[in-house]
């Protein structure tokens, strides 16, 4: 199994449950494509470098998980289709990242899965 990253923006127009279900829908895709989620964070609504879809702000989320490679274009095209993402990134994280993210939320002090 291969570790990954997604961080993805939510417009800033949901509410906080409308932001946290759209949160809730990702997390069980993942697990419904076979994968296992490890972490989740709330990056809270941040400032957005240059404006998309005319919004200057958004609700930022990291989603770390483990699964085969093909779940990554499955979660893909559903946060394509999902009108209230504005972007996404994901990354396959070698050794040295997965060392560092483990290392990062040791020193945050969360090693469960958040919401």
């Known amino acids: ?7 993805f923006i939510l417009t800033p127009v ?7 279900e759209a949160v809730q829908k990702f997390e069980g895709e993942i697990a419904a494509f076979g994968g296992k989620l490890k972490h989740s964070e709330k990056w809270g609504l941040k400032k957005l470098a240059y404006p998309i879809q005319k919004k200057t702000t958004g ?21 394509k289709r999902d009108e209230r993402v504005m972007r996404f990134l994901t990354v396959k994280m ?15 002090g969360s090693t469960k899965v958040e919401a």
């Open 59 to 79: 609700f930022y989320f990291l989603l770390e998980f483990e699964g085969e490679g093909n779940i990554i274009a499955n979660l893909e095209l559903s946060l």
């Open 14 to 20: 949901l509410s906080d449950d409308q932001a946290k």
């Open 94 to 108: 070698d050794a040295h990242h997965v060392a560092y993210a483990e290392k990062r939320r040791a020193k945050m």
């Open 1 to 7: 199994m291969n570790s990954y990253e997604t961080v």
